[in-house]
């Protein structure tokens, strides 16, 4: 019964734009210059979101690299006969070997969420130019705009004014 409910919804919400009469008639052309400027404006705000959360998960990661390479050295620390190495290169313990495997697969994984981080920052970066480049007159947020700087010849230095309209 509740299968049957949930497909009359389905099919009661998407009829309506299966049906003739309510479609638009008129041509509507694409731009594909708006979508473009719609994806770069809001394409900065997303990709520079994702390095925030890449860069979140990465620290994340980190930390549990660092809480995993602490037990280690705990484990050391308790007793020097737990940290001897074996002719391979690996711990004879097998839970120091664990433990520091552990450390090294969480460390691998924050670095690449770090990289991952860095590089959604760079794309993030050129949206913003990107954006700024699209405006005619420059960004209509721009912080700023009355500031005007220009050299002073007679002194060598820079002038700074602010202007303000009211």
């Known amino acids: 019964m509740m299968r049957a409910t949930c497909w009359l919804i389905v099919i009661a919400l998407s009829s309506p734009a299966r049906l003739p009469a309510q479609r638009d008639s008129v041509a509507r052309r694409y731009d594909a210059t708006s979508w473009r400027r719609t994806t770069v404006h809001w394409g900065k705000w997303l990709a520079a979101g994702g390095a925030v959360a890449f860069t979140v998960m990465g620290a ?70 990107a954006d700024l480049t699209r405006h ?23 002038r700074v004014g602010l202007r303000f309209w009211f």
């Open 60 to 129: 994340h990661e980190h930390a549990h690299s660092n809480r995993e390479f602490n037990q280690l050295l705990a484990l050391c620390r308790s007793d020097n006969a737990n940290c001897l190495l074996g002719a391979n290169g690996t711990y004879v313990d097998p839970t120091a070997e664990q433990l520091y495997q552990s450390s090294i697969h969480f460390d691998r994984r924050a670095r690449l969420r770090l990289m991952a981080g860095q590089a959604t920052l760079l794309v993030a970066a050129g949206l913003f130019i």
């Open 136 to 158: 005619a007159g420059g960004p209509v947020n721009k912080p700023f705009s009355p500031l005007e700087v220009s050299g002073d010849v007679q002194t060598g230095g820079a």
